[in-house]
């Protein structure tokens, strides 16, 4: 149950690692095809994505209270709105692949990796399962117990140790469960190089 339960834990802390490195890389694309812009579509659309990576980084500084979280969704869905119209106002003026398709192409792909880093960050072990986790420890530690007092006096370290290790077990599962809190954070790393390579442009 505790190896099957940590799996669960490890693949969805996996999957939001995984997550926040394509939703940076989409950005950076995104960023990089800006460049390629004629003005004043091109600063114009690389200042609305410094904002927007900016965005992206406030609410994994520290953890959000469900207002701030929900503005910061918002004001992203802004500026989703704002690159989409300047994307519109280019194709009316050059439908051409390059750079107007490429740029395209890449807002998509930044539009898309926003909502699938929200379903990672939305997928947590299910609270039914870490229900059944405790409920099986406590009976093992009953059942040990009561099994202890049974036998011979004799040292009781072995099961001390166990019921250590148990107990360790279950707060790192909800440790990697925690995406933002805890000791085990999803890095944000390739957010924070996007952000860095976008102020230089």
């Known amino acids: 149950m505790i190896a099957f339960t940590f799996a669960m834990a490890w693949s969805r802390f996996e999957g939001r690692r995984d997550?926040?490195?394509?939703?940076?890389?989409?950005?950076g694309t995104t960023a990089l095809r800006a460049r390629l812009l004629p003005e004043p579509h091109g600063t114009e659309t690389l200042n609305l994505l410094r904002e927007y990576v900016?965005?992206?980084l406030d609410i994994t500084q520290r953890v959000p209270t469900p207002e701030e979280f929900s503005a910061a969704l918002s004001r992203s869905s802004e500026i989703h709105e704002a690159l989409w119209q300047q994307a519109k106002a280019m194709a009316a003026k050059d439908s051409g692949i390059v750079p107007t398709g490429l740029f395209i192409q890449s807002l998509n792909e930044l539009i898309d990796d926003q909502e699938k880093r929200l379903t990672a960050l939305r997928n947590r072990v299910p609270n039914v399962v870490l229900l059944a986790l405790y409920g099986v420890a406590a009976v093992a530690g009953a059942f040990s117990g009561y099994a202890g007092g049974l036998g011979k006096r004799s040292s009781r370290l072995p099961m001390y140790v166990m019921i250590f290790l148990i107990a360790a077990v279950i707060l790192l599962i909800?440790?990697?469960?925690?995406?933002?809190t805890g000791f085990i954070t999803t890095s944000q790393q390739p957010m924070i190089d996007t952000a860095a390579a976008i102020a230089e442009y």
């Open 19 to 27: 997550a926040v490195l394509n939703e940076a890389n989409a950005i």
């Open 174 to 180: 909800q440790d990697l469960d925690r995406p933002s």
């Open 54 to 56: 900016q965005v992206r």
